[in-house]
């Protein structure tokens, strides 16, 4: 039986990348859902529905686990669910994957989370707050530190080439934007390059990317829905 089309609700960001990026590796036929994020889609009760943190990714496989539509949230989780579905980029041997699990957790509770606030506080925050940037922009130094040390003698963060790269690399990709330099870093320079170079990467990173606007982020509206968010 073929596939059916893969719902992927999406803005061009680092996290919904690492989607794309694993969809367009997998050849699997997907079918875009724009979630404008500045203009609070995210917020639309059907989106919440299937993503009920508010944030994309999110995913629907019609054809599901038992032949039922399932829908997945957080990046991380929709990569491991599509690495199980397809035998492709996620070892099934319990070594091999462990090593792609904590590689991919390394990236959803560090990597992503710190230099998101890295970009925060350098790029979009009103005020300049030294203590902050020096913090993020620190500990941002730090994780590529990690990352470069991990590279030492590796073409790939894991093993082979694995869901763990694809979390990472459109994060790692603006090193610039966290104020860091990437000469201190030649292996993660060197896996950014060899990473740019997959067609695949580069059809992922190019989903929607009309939709990317670095401007976006001055305007009040815009702001006000993403950094003004409290429980609803
Ligand atoms: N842990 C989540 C984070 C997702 C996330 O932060 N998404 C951002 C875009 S990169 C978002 O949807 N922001 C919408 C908002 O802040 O309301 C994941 O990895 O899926």
Redesign the pocket.
């Known amino acids: 039986m073929s596939q059916k089309s893969i719902d992927l609700y999406y ?1 061009p ?4 990348w ?1 989607v794309s990026i694993m969809l367009e590796e997998c050849g699997l036929p997907y079918t875009v859902h724009t ?1 404008n ?1 500045g203009k609070g889609d ?2 639309k009760p059907e989106f919440l529905a299937i993503s009920p ?5 999110a995913i629907v496989d019609p054809d599901g686990p038992d032949g039922r539509p399932i829908s997945v ?4 989780a ?1 990569l491991q669910y599509l690495g199980r579905k397809t035998g492709k980029f996620y070892p099934a041997d319990e070594r091999k994957r462990v090593e792609v699990d904590q590689w991919l957790m390394w990236q ?1 509770g560090g990597f ?2 710190m230099l ?1 606030q890295t970009h925060h506080f350098r790029i979009y925050a009103p005020e300049k707050i030294e203590y902050a940037i020096n913090r993020y922009t620190n500990e941002a130094n730090r994780l590529y530190g990690v990352l470069n040390r991990r590279l030492e003698g590796r073409d790939y963060i894991a093993g082979d080439y694995s869901i763990a790269d694809m979390a990472c690399i459109g994060w790692a990709k603006a090193w610039e934007r966290q104020g860091q330099d990437i000469a201190q870093f030649p292996n993660v320079k060197a896996w950014i390059e060899r990473m740019l170079a997959r067609p695949a990467v580069k059809a992922g990173l190019s989903v929607n990317k009309e939709d990317r606007n670095p401007q976006a982020m001055q305007d009040p509206g815009v702001r006000a ?2 950094f003004g ?1 409290t429980a609803r």
């Open positions: 803005w960001t680092p996290n919904g690492k979630v994020i995210q917020f943190n508010n944030r994309i990714p949230f957080e990046s991380g929709i959803m992503g989370p998101g829905v993403l968010q």
